[in-house]
């Protein structure tokens, strides 16, 4: 069963740093891209980054330059390191992939950004 589990949520102060991490089970790692998103309360998931299989990123516009995604498939695992953080970086944060027809989430890490 392909499972996927995010870890490193946690409370940060504005300006400050957070590492994620996304442990993948159950699948070939290496050949899929693994994204990250997150949600607020009340809006839609929101796509942050994505690695493809060869490791290229993509990052949306509001976190360009502050977050950095990577992948070790050695490891199975997918890191998100989040620098330079802001109030509205708050959210839960889901890793994602397509494993056939099937779309597969994991359980959600929270971060919050304050104060």
């Known amino acids: 069963q392909v499972q996927l589990v995010e870890s490193g949520g946690g409370l940060v102060q504005p300006g400050g740093s957070l590492g994620l991490s996304c442990a993948a089970s159950g699948m070939i790692f290496s050949a899929y891209a693994i994204d990250w998103f997150r949600q607020v309360p009340g809006k839609q998931r929101e796509l942050v980054a994505t690695?493809?299989?060869?490791?290229?990123?993509n990052y949306a516009d509001s976190v360009k330059g502050r977050f950095t995604v990577s992948r070790d498939n050695a490891k199975n695992t997918v890191y998100l390191q989040m620098n330079s953080l802001k109030p509205e970086d708050t959210a839960v944060y889901y890793c994602h992939t397509v494993w056939g027809s099937r779309s597969v989430w994991g359980q959600g890490t929270r971060v919050i950004v304050s104060s």
């Open positions: 690695i493809s299989i060869g490791g290229t990123p």
